[in-house]
C-alpha cells in the first residue's frame, strides 16, 4: 500500500463513516477500484488505525456531551446523562450479538461483492428520503427506541447499508429530535468502533506489519480531519432536514454499481 492509497482510504473512512453513505460500502467499492490487496482487508493494523481515527474525531466533536455523560454515570443519579448512557448500551447489544453470533455469515457479504453494496445504497437512499421528508419533534431517545435503533445499526453490518444513515433515519421515523437523533447515532457507534478494535487487536493486527509507519500516519491524520469536518457537517444537515442529496448520491453509486455488475 501506498502513501496515496493511505490517503484516499483515510478520507474515504472519514467521509462516511459520518455521511450516511456506507462506509463498509465504499470501502469494497475501493477494493474493487484499486484491485484486490490495494485496501484495508490486507492489512489488519490498518483497519485499527483508521477506526482509531474516526474513533477520536467523535470524541473532539462530542467532548462536551461525553465528559458530561462520564460525570453523570460516576455520580450514580437518574439524570439524563445516566438515561443516555443506559440507552447507548441497549442500542449497542443487537449489532453486538449479531457480530458475535453471526461472523461467519457476515463475513461473507464481503470480499467485492459489488451488487449486493449497489443494492444496500439504494436501500440507503430510500431510507434518506423518508426520514427527509418525518416531521420534526422535540422527543428523546427512550430505552424502546434505542432497541430499535440497535436494531438498525445492526442491519447496517451490510455493506452499502450506511451505519449513521440507517440510526439517523430510525431515529427520526420514530419520532426522536433531528439534533439529538444525530448526536446518539454518533455516540452510540462509539462502544462498537473500540470493541472491534481490541478484537483485531487481539487478532493480530500487530503481529504482520506491513510497509513504513509513515503509511498508517498519514492514513489516520486523513481520516481524523475529514471525520472531523464530516461528523460537523452532518450534524447541521440532520437539523435542516437535507439528506436527500445523500439520497441521490447513494441511488446513483448503487444504480452505477449494479449496471458495472452486469457489464463485467
Excluded at 128 to 156: E, H, R
Excluded at 181 to 196: D, Q
Aim: glycine share 8%.
Amino acid at each position: 500500500m501506498s502513501i496515496f492509497d493511505a490517503i484516499i482510504l483515510g478520507i474515504i473512512q472519514g467521509l462516511t463513516e459520518f455521511l450516511p453513505v456506507s462506509s463498509s460500502g465504499h470501502l469494497e467499492l475501493a477494493n474493487v477500484i484499486l484491485g484486490d490487496g490495494s485496501v484495508p482487508e490486507d492489512s489488519m493494523l490498518m483497519v485499527v488505525v483508521l477506526h482509531a481515527a474516526t474513533a477520536l474525531s467523535t470524541v473532539v466533536v462530542f467532548r462536551k456531551d461525553l465528559l458530561s455523560i462520564f460525570k453523570g454515570l460516576f455520580q450514580f443519579k437518574n439524570n439524563e446523562e445516566f438515561k443516555f448512557s443506559l440507552n447507548v448500551v441497549v442500542s449497542m447489544i443487537p449489532a453486538a450479538a449479531v457480530g458475535v453470533l453471526l461472523n461467519d455469515e457476515i463475513e461473507a457479504f464481503f470480499g467485492g461483492k459489488v451488487l449486493l453494496i449497489g443494492s444496500m445504497l439504494i436501500v440507503t437512499a430510500i431510507l434518506l428520503i423518508f426520514a427527509d421528508k418525518a416531521k420534526s419533534t422535540d422527543k428523546k431517545v427512550g430505552v424502546g427506541q434505542a432497541i430499535i435503533i440497535g436494531v438498525a445499526q445492526a442491519i447496517a453490518i451490510l455493506p452499502g447499508i450506511s451505519r449513521s444513515g440507517a440510526t439517523i433515519a430510525t431515529s427520526v421515523l420514530l419520532g426522536i429530535d433531528r439534533s439529538k437523533a444525530a448526536r446518539f447515532s454518533f455516540i452510540m457507534v462509539l462502544p462498537l468502533i473500540l470493541g472491534k478494535m481490541a478484537k483485531d487487536i487481539l487478532d493480530g493486527a500487530f503481529d504482520e506489519v506491513s510497509g513504513s509507519l509513515m503509511i498508517y500516519v498519514v492514513g489516520f491524520i486523513a481520516a481524523f480531519v475529514t471525520g472531523i469536518l464530516a461528523c460537523t457537517w452532518m450534524i447541521k444537515l440532520v437539523k435542516n432536514s437535507q439528506l436527500k442529496y445523500f439520497a441521490f448520491y447513494c441511488f446513483t453509486v448503487g444504480l452505477i454499481a449494479i449496471v458495472y455488475t452486469f457489464i463485467q
